[in-house]
């Protein structure tokens, strides 16, 4: 296996509009790539772990989706035909998470030149979007969050398959295709339908999943009414039909009688949208240098906007990188930090960040040293901020966010025989999306990722408002983590709607800062600290209505300690205890002798395989 030191500019900020690129390490060239030893302060790893010393490793969200991806890697497929069938299988034995009608973000490390890319296959508004989309004409306020939803409007232009495709120009071995047989194998013989697939297909099943006659036919027993019990064999010859269109043609989706059929769907009522053909066929995918900076000499990757998750994961670093979080370790007053630390970041995060083609998104500002030292110095010891205020890095005036949230997603993470690394974040937003089914699998609701208001209480506009073709901001935070040789180190990523910036977070601090294995940083308890409030993983808290949502594990295993949240009550922190915080984490580290290490989040169905 051959791991490159990793060639990439960290922009540090001169003034409001200059940057001046200084580049990670100038002895670090492409030329320079033989294998060499870690940083010392790198800790190895191989105690109770998934370990794989031959090349290769897959960790992803469901077991028959993690072989998948194992397979074509041992058929001599790369970490991208891998990533393929990856996703062919999740969007079919989990529905409810992500899938061929929806989109993600994609990092990429090439050993051979050194980079990190960024594929964004977020999806788009159609043309004929208004501002007020989702308001109700009658009153002018917003929708309810549900009704948005479940509706044509909350549908964007399926992205997910033509960024793997773009991908699949720059990195497949496999011709395109082929990555997709064991999916389609599955779809025809049938799977057994997992705990968390069957457990969210009955809450759901009480709100308006059987509305759809698809979805209904799909997730319910001939009675109509009983949802599809655990180990159910439940196949879906549509899905496999649609598997075959696209590997014969990647814009499947996009044009011709799928693309059609997704689009009646999207007018049907109640409140149907607006896309079309045409919204279809101008759909592209991006390709950029992913956003990274550095934090203890590490080197952090990750998407780019309308992802907010690597402006945010990367804000909530660089304010910690002030405290000594090392010695602090998981000691209240370490939490506290990190609590506070995410309370400033999200503020950033909701106020500034937003499609960059319609919004200009000063990530260098945002990210800048002393920028982020000046957002620390608000963090006091012993005493929690009481109204966090985003700060002002820029001149630009915006209106306070209002965009809601849904907890869905999946993560999963490839590394193959020849370095190249795959961190993939990937969705259809809510639970089984719009819950609208066609042609085998869910459309998604991307479009209610965008602010339901188009301006604040001030009259002040809204960052991340609706408009037509505009990507709506991501909590999506995939991420790459060098070591400070420039190596790569680990990958990271979960689900878990706009808490998946600190799920991503807490392992980053876990690993680098408090010297734990992936899997002990994965089975960190999970905090969130956003608006004001703190949710925690509490132990002994019993609360079966989230348990119903994920598979998940006691809190009694990953919750906080009572002291611990006591203390942070003390220090004046709201918090909300909750035993539903169910991430769902895969990472990949490297050892020092090349060795690689899968851990899989407990919370939900996910494992990690090497070759």
Known sequence: MSFCPIVLPYLKVQSMKFFTALMLGSALTVMACAPKQADQTTTEYAIGQTVSHSGGMVAAANPLATQAGVDVLKAGGSAIDAAIAVQAVLGLVEPQSSGLGGGAFMLVYDPKTAKVWNYDGRETAPAAVTQEMFLDPETG???????????????????????????????????????????????????KVSPRMANITARMGRFVLNRDADAKAYFFLEDGKTPIPVGFLRDNKPYAETLRAIAANPRALLEGSIAEAIIAKTREEPLPGTLSLSDMAAYKPLKSEALCSTYRKHIICGAQPPSSGGVAVQSILGILENFDMGSLGQSPEGWHKFAEASFLAYADRDKYVADPKFVEVETGLLLNKDYLKSRASLIQPDKAIQDVKAGNPSAF???????????????????????????????????????????????????????????????????????????????????????????????????????????????????????????????????????????????????????????????????????????????????????????????????????????????????????
């Open 397 to 611: 005036i915006r209106g306070e966010d209002a965009t809601p949230d849904s907890p869905g997603t999946s993560h999963f993470t490839i590394v193959d025989k020849d370095g190249l690394t795959v961190s993939m974040t990937t969705t259809v937003e809510a639970p089984f999306g719009s819950q609208r089914m066609t042609n085998g699998f869910m459309l998604n609701n991307q479009l209610t990722d965008f602010s339901f208001r188009t301006v604040d209480k001030d009259g002040l506009p809204i960052a991340n408002a609706p408009a037509p073709g505009k990507r709506p901001r991501s909590s999506m935070s995939p991420h790459i983590v060098f070591n400070p040789d420039g190596e790569f180190l680990f990958t990271t990523g979960s689900p878990g709607g706009n808490s998946i910036i600190a799920y991503t977070a807490k392992t980053i601090v876990g690993i680098i800062d408090w010297g734990l294995t992936p899997q002990e940083a994965i089975e960190l308890p999970n905090l969130i600290a956003r608006n004001g409030r703190v949710s925690v993983e509490a132990k002994g808290i019993k609360d079966e209505t989230t348990q119903e949502i994920d598979r998940g594990s006691p809190a009694e295993e990953f919750g906080l300690a009572e002291d611990v949240v006591g203390s942070l009550e003390a220090k004046g922190h709201k918090v909300r205890r909750s035993k539903g915080e169910f991430s769902g984490l895969h990472i990949i580290y490297r050892n020092r002798d090349g060795s690689l290490l899968g851990g899989a989040d407990p919370r939900r169905e996910g494992v990690a395989t090497g070759l």
């Open 141 to 191: 306020e917003p929708l309810r969050y549900f009704d948005g939803i479940a509706s044509g409007r909350s549908t964007g232009v399926p992205s997910a398959v033509t960024m793997l495709h773009m991908a699949h120009q720059d990195y497949g071995k496999m011709s395109w295709g082929d990555q997709f047989g064991q999916a389609i194998k599955l779809a025809e013989d049938g799977f």
